[in-house]
């Protein structure tokens, strides 16, 4: 069945960087969109960065782009977001889904950036 995993997140000061990732199986990764979601406390799960199956096309909410980067690894069915100059903002449970026929999401990873 297909399965999420992500993983990476924590606690760091703004201006920090982090990596996740999310761990990806049960589908055929290589031929399928990837997207990375947030839901911020008290607001309602948003899209911030998705790829293309080979990874050439991507695309980025205007509050993370510049910031974020988004990549895949087809080898490894493994899907990432660098996050780079983090802001308080950007504190959120952060999710990747996929939608294969229906959306598939993993359990989350908390981001907290606070001074």
């Known amino acids: 069945q297909v399965r999420l995993v992500e993983s990476g997140g924590g606690s760091v000061q703004p201006g920090e960087s982090l990596r996740l990732s999310c761990a990806a199986s049960?589908?055929?990764?290589?031929?399928?969109?990837m997207s990375w979601y947030r839901q911020r406390p008290g607001k309602e799960r948003e899209w911030i960065a998705g790829?293309?199956?080979?990874?050439?096309?991507?695309g980025y909410a205007d509050s993370v782009k510049g910031r974020f980067t988004i990549s895949r690894d087809n080898v490894n069915n493994r899907l990432d977001l660098q996050l780079s100059r983090l802001k308080p903002e950007d504190t959120a449970m952060y999710y990747c889904?996929?939608?294969?026929?229906?959306?598939?999401w993993g359990q989350g990873t908390q981001v907290t950036v606070s001074s």
């Open positions: 889904k996929v939608r294969n026929v229906v959306d598939f």
């Open positions: 790829i293309s199956p080979t990874g050439e096309d991507v």
């Open positions: 049960g589908f055929n990764f290589r031929d399928i969109a």
